[in-house]
């Protein structure tokens, strides 16, 4: 990424360190002639950079590297790399997060977790969106868009609510996800902002993702939308009706939605390689096609990575399996 002096200007006037400015212009050049492409036959295959975790690097730098070398030309961002990016407080060395396994955590260590997420909170109310419009520059730049964010949960204050939504504005996503609730208030309020920041929220569920897991949400704003998870919809007994039948459903309160290949119940509810357990995958990507809906499928790389193998080879795979699927 190549910055005119007037781009290099505004960006040091907003406190952005010249050396990060070298560093993202080195990195965008590099990506130049490498720009993904991951919709296939009108299908648009995302990823959640979840799918990363196991890599060494969980800067938003190499994590673009991750997801340009799988193949992937758009994403559900997390907050992690996205915050680290935009200088976020970084967590005490070792994580700091409790006693020893098995025990709770000693008062000390409460009261440190404690002061790390105050000193997060004031940090998020008082940083600039130039950081994360760099972030998107960036991205973009490689060939990478960011449909979706995860950072919102329903405990935060009013500020951090508007906080998260405006990193969504900056970034450039439709949805920003949240774990699904089923406190009413809490969806009221959530969807209150989404509709006035013109930005849907997305609520993830896990094994209680149901046939009618979402009509409460939906029923109180036209803004709560699903990130349904079809792996785990799937282990939870596709209760109410299958995946496709879901999907059919609720196409159109449907925001972007999790892909991953596990058994039923009956089979161990487990977490296997793609093409390998009882996820419709194929008849849901065909669903897509044959009705050209624009829903981005997120490939979330949750099985065990293979000895000699590591999360960017296996997402990659993962996408394959979706061009074989939509040939």
């Known amino acids: 990424?190549?910055?005119?002096?007037?781009?290099?200007?505004?960006?040091?006037?907003?406190?952005?360190?010249?050396?990060?400015?070298?560093?993202?212009?080195?990195?965008?050049?590099?990506?130049?002639?490498?720009?993904?492409?991951?919709?296939?036959?009108?299908?648009?295959?995302?990823?959640?950079?979840?799918?990363?975790?196991?890599?060494?690097?969980?800067?938003?730098?190499?994590?673009?590297?991750?997801?340009?070398?799988?193949?992937?030309?758009?994403?559900?961002?997390?907050?992690?790399?996205?915050?680290?990016?935009?200088?976020?407080?970084?967590?005490?060395?070792?994580?700091?997060?409790?006693?020893?396994?098995?025990?709770?955590?000693?008062?000390?260590?409460?009261?440190?977790?404690?002061?790390?997420?105050?000193?997060?909170?004031k940090w998020r109310l008082s940083v600039s969106m130039d950081r994360y419009k760099a972030l998107r520059k960036m991205y973009n730049d490689a060939g990478v868009t960011i449909y979706a964010w995860k950072c919102l949960n329903p405990a935060m204050s009013d500020e951090e609510f508007e906080y998260v939504f405006n990193v969504a504005e900056a970034l450039g996503c439709t949805h920003t996800t949240l774990e699904l609730t089923d406190k009413v208030e809490?969806?009221?309020?959530?969807?209150?902002?989404?509709?006035?920041?013109?930005?849907?929220?997305?609520?993830?569920?896990?094994?209680?993702?149901?046939?009618?897991?979402?009509?409460?949400?939906?029923?109180?704003?036209?803004?709560?939308?699903?990130?349904?998870?079809?792996?785990?919809?799937?282990?939870?007994?596709?209760?109410?009706?299958?995946?496709?039948?879901?999907?059919?459903?609720?196409?159109?309160r449907i925001a972007s939605f999790h892909m991953k290949d596990r058994t039923t119940p009956e089979n161990g509810a487990k977490n296997l390689p793609w093409g390998t357990g009882d996820t419709p995958l194929t008849e849901i990507l065909q669903t897509l096609k044959k009705n050209r809906w624009r829903i981005p499928a997120t490939i979330e790389l949750e099985y065990a990575v293979p000895e000699g193998s590591d999360a960017v080879k296996e997402v990659a795979t993962c996408l394959q399996y979706c061009r074989e699927a939509l040939a």
């Open 186 to 252: 809490q969806l009221k309020r959530i969807g209150a902002f989404a509709e006035k920041r013109k930005i849907y929220a997305a609520y993830h569920t896990h094994t209680q993702g149901t046939m009618t897991a979402f009509d409460q949400a939906f029923a109180v704003s036209r803004a709560n939308m699903a990130n349904v998870d079809f792996g785990h919809y799937v282990a939870a007994g596709n209760v109410g009706g299958t995946a496709v039948q879901f999907l059919q459903k609720h196409h159109d």
């Open 1 to 121: 990424m190549d910055y005119t002096r007037r781009e290099f200007g505004k960006l040091a006037l907003a406190g952005v360190p010249t050396t990060w400015l070298f560093e993202r212009s080195r990195v965008g050049s590099a990506f130049a002639a490498e720009r993904p492409n991951s919709v296939i036959n009108g299908v648009r295959i995302g990823t959640i950079t979840y799918s990363y975790r196991s890599m060494p690097d969980q800067s938003a730098e190499a994590t673009l590297r991750y997801i340009v070398d799988s193949g992937i030309s758009a994403i559900e961002l997390m907050n992690g790399p996205a915050e680290s990016f935009a200088g976020s407080p970084a967590p005490q060395r070792g994580g700091g997060g409790g006693g020893r396994r098995g025990q709770p955590p000693t008062p000390e260590q409460q009261a440190e977790q404690r002061a790390r997420a105050d000193a997060l909170r």
